[in-house]
């Protein structure tokens, strides 16, 4: 069984990879400092799998604590690194924080990978490096706009990072995974999104729905766009799971085609946040209490991806749609409430 280090294992992504990973037979170890996490997620994990995992709770850009895990686990083959912060509208404020943490982290991940040997390692990067791109879909291709926050500007620079490391490394392969826009839960109710604040399109739903909150904001129906409201590409967290098990696989099975290369992770298909609503409506026969309002600032109008790259190479595809998004965030949302 091979070992793969988890960073921010914990965390949203994080902790549906590791069930898809160990249902594909590999181990896992967790690095989280639980900054937007907990450690309960660790208990949904090995309820589902039947695997306990290892969390070692350090922050990533302590060095010398990361290098001792790796001391610890000398039979890690390859690294999986979401530990990131990822709240666009905090990174303005705070934007210190974010290069630090963003980049720090992934610096020391890649130092402990060149020093123990550790010849495989997967980023997550987002659709954010786009921006608001002119051509659709976006392949991986697709030049990159000016980021349009300082979180976007991590994951554009922690690609360039990673591609310069490669550069540097031959023996050293990576593959950095452009996510859009990730949904849903885990089908045994007992993992899957858990903001303390949501501000992402898919929980402000399912926490209207429940009555957390008394209206959903539409920002904006005025867009050049099918209803005017802006379109996004959704993919289920499961779907995104099984595509970074599939690029482990790639990675260790030596069957990449250069040592650094980037693929996107999408169903190819864009749905406006009015489709979404009506989505969940169907699937969930609730009604929504949503109003139309003002356009948030630094929203792009319509992204959605091209992915048969990761369909090619990665022989991955996504099973799931809008509908099974959302139905599968509102189980999870209507569990989640009563755990409270
Ligand atoms: P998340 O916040 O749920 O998970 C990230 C985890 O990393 C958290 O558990 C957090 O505690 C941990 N972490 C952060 N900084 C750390 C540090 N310095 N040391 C140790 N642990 C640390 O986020 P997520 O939604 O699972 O996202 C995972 C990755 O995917 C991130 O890199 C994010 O930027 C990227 N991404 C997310 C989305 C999205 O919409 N969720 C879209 C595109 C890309
Ligand atoms: C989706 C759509 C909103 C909330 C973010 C990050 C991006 C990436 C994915 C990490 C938009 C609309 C939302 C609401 C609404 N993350 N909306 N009312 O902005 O596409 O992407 O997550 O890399 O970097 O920016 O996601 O879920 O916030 O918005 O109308 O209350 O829903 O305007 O059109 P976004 P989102």
């Not at 170890?29 to 709770?57: A, F, M």
């Amino acid at each position: 069984m091979k070992k793969v280090l988890v960073s921010g294992g914990c965390g949203y992504i994080g902790s549906h990879t590791i069930v898809d990973l160990i249902n594909n037979g590999f181990k896992v170890v967790s690095v989280d400092n639980h900054i937007n996490s907990n450690s309960k997620v660790l208990k949904r994990i090995e309820k589902i799998t039947g695997k306990k995992v290892k969390n070692y709770k350090i922050d990533l850009c302590n060095e010398k604590k990361l290098q001792k895990v790796f001391l610890e686990n000398k039979d890690i083959v390859g690294i999986i690194h979401f530990a990131a912060l990822k709240s666009v509208g905090e990174s303005v404020e705070k934007p210190l924080w974010y290069f630090k943490n963003n980049l720090n982290s992934t610096l020391n991940l890649l130092q402990a990978a060149k020093t123990h040997k550790v010849r495989n390692f997967i980023f997550s990067s987002s659709c954010t490096v786009y921006g608001n791109a002119e051509k659709l879909p976006v392949t991986e291709e697709t030049p990159w706009l000016k980021a349009e926050s300082p979180y976007g500007l991590t994951k554009q620079m922690g690609e360039e990072i990673i591609e310069s490391f490669a550069k540097a490394n031959p023996k050293h392969n990576s593959i950095l995974l452009r996510y859009f826009n990730p949904g849903g839960a885990h089908d045994s109710k007992l993992m899957g999104e858990a903001p303390n604040v949501a501000l992402n399109l898919v929980p402000v739903i399912t926490e209207q729905a429940i009555g957390k909150r008394k209206s959903i904001m539409v920002f904006g129906d005025d867009y050049d766009t099918r209803d005017g409201s802006c379109v996004r590409d959704y993919i289920h967290v499961m779907d995104l799971a099984n595509a970074h098990t599939k690029a482990i696989q790639n990675l260790v099975k030596k069957k990449n085609k250069t040592n650094c290369e980037a693929y996107n992770l999408g169903i190819g298909e864009g749905a406006t946040v009015l489709e979404v609503i009506k989505a969940f409506e169907k699937v969930s026969g609730k009604k929504l209490n949503y109003k139309i309002g003002p356009r948030r600032e630094g929203d792009v109008v319509a992204i959605y991806s091209n992915y048969k790259k990761a369909k090619k190479q990665l022989k991955w595809k996504p099973k799931r749609n809008i509908e099974d998004i959302m139905l599968s965030a509102w189980e999870w949302e209507k569990v989640r409430s009563k755990k409270k």
